[in-house]
């Protein structure tokens, strides 16, 4: 089955502290993963896309296919990222764009 | 540039009664469109998507359903709401290859 987890509910740090937000996925091809990001008051949306490998904000994110994972993470956390944080997966089959969610991390930066 | 639209922004039901939640997107066409309920603690669940008018498809059985009547308009509905469709219900499109989805702002749906 396709799923995907995000073990913590509530990731709770200091400014200027590492971040790392876990996401395990369950997928048996070659998925595309995703990492979402909902500021207060904002809209949901892409914060970064691992066939990009990129860095957005200051944030990473590493696929690890063997762990099955694609954890986001940040060396020096600002209070500007809290936010509601949701990993993504696309089953990259066919033309539909689904999305499998988690359910979410809020990432609490306190100053 | 393109847009998305929901309305309405809040609405408050009581049990048994009809629903009809609209998204419209402005600036592309032929967009996929998606259903989306998000729940705390539960994270966002994926409800019915659409490649084109009038094709639909449910992810999950439930007391809602969708309607695709435009190209660029998906509708949620239902005959008959019940206290657990309370929710946030989010709306998205995405193109056909990029598979980067873009989010409506929300209909905070309270049943009572």
């Known amino acids: 089955a396709q799923r995907v987890t995000q073990p913590e509910k509530l990731l709770s740090v200091f400014k200027g502290a590492p971040v790392e937000l876990k996401c395990n996925y369950s997928y048996s091809g070659s998925p595309e993963l995703f990492w979402y990001v909902q500021y207060s008051r904002q809209r949901l949306q892409l914060l970064l896309r691992h066939i990009s490998r990129e860095s957005i904000k200051g944030f990473t994110a590493d696929l690890n296919k063997g762990e099955t994972s694609f954890h986001l993470k940040k060396p020096f956390a600002q209070e500007e990222d809290s936010a509601m944080y949701y990993c993504a997966l696309s089953p990259g089959s066919g033309n539909t764009g689904k999305l499998i969610f988690g359910q979410g991390t809020t990432l609490q930066v306190k100053p | 540039s393109q847009t998305i639209h929901q309305w309405p922004a809040t609405l408050v039901q009581p049990v048994g009664s009809p629903l009809s939640l609209e998204c419209t997107v402005e600036g592309t066409s032929n967009p996929n469109l998606y259903w989306y309920r998000q729940a705390a603690g539960r994270g966002l669940q994926l409800l019915f998507y659409s490649v084109g008018i009038g094709q639909i498809s449910s992810e999950v059985p439930q007391n809602l359903s969708a309607s695709r009547p435009q190209d660029r308009q998906f509708i949620l509905s239902s005959k008959k709401l019940l206290l657990s469709d309370s929710g946030f219900y989010l709306c998205?499109?995405?193109?056909?290859?990029?598979?980067?989805?873009?989010f409506g702002p929300g209909t905070r749906l309270t049943v009572l």
């Open positions: 998205a499109w995405s193109g056909l290859v990029a598979f980067e989805q873009f």
